[in-house]
């Protein structure tokens, strides 16, 4: 079992930025894909941004040039930088864990609001 914590959610207006934080509690996390992914109300959960063990990375479209995803693997912690925030970027963010063995794990969830 794995346990992901995420902090750093918040209100923040238009344009500005939030960094959100997500440890692990097990020390596979070096050897796990990571990510965020985020659901507004009414809509489908979506995958932000993502990063392997080796460090590869992929964003959602909406978030590109704006969102950076990036690991600790020595504070087995995993980060989103999110700059020039939108509103339409509101939601509840979810960190995930993915083993290389399929296992899927999930944070709570930190909730995200941008005013205009």
């Known amino acids: 079992q794995v346990h992901l914590v995420e902090s750093g959610g918040g209100l923040v207006q238009a344009g500005g930025s939030l960094r959100l934080s997500c440890i692990a509690s097990?020390?596979?996390?070096?050897?796990?894909?990571m990510g965020w992914y985020r659901q507004a109300p009414g809509k489908q959960r979506e995958m932000v941004a993502r990063?392997?063990?080796?460090?590869?990375?992929n964003y959602g479209d909406s978030v590109k040039g704006r969102f950076t995803i990036s690991r600790d693997n020595a504070k087995e912690t995993v980060y989103l930088q999110m700059n020039s925030l939108k509103p339409e970027d509101t939601a509840v963010y979810y960190c995930?864990?993915?083993?290389?063995?399929?296992?899927?794990?999930w944070g709570q969830g930190t909730q995200v609001t941008v005013s205009s």
């Open positions: 995930n864990s993915l083993t290389p063995y399929g296992a899927v794990y």
């Open positions: 097990r020390s596979i996390f070096s050897i796990n894909t």
């Open positions: 990063i392997t063990n080796t460090g590869s990375t």
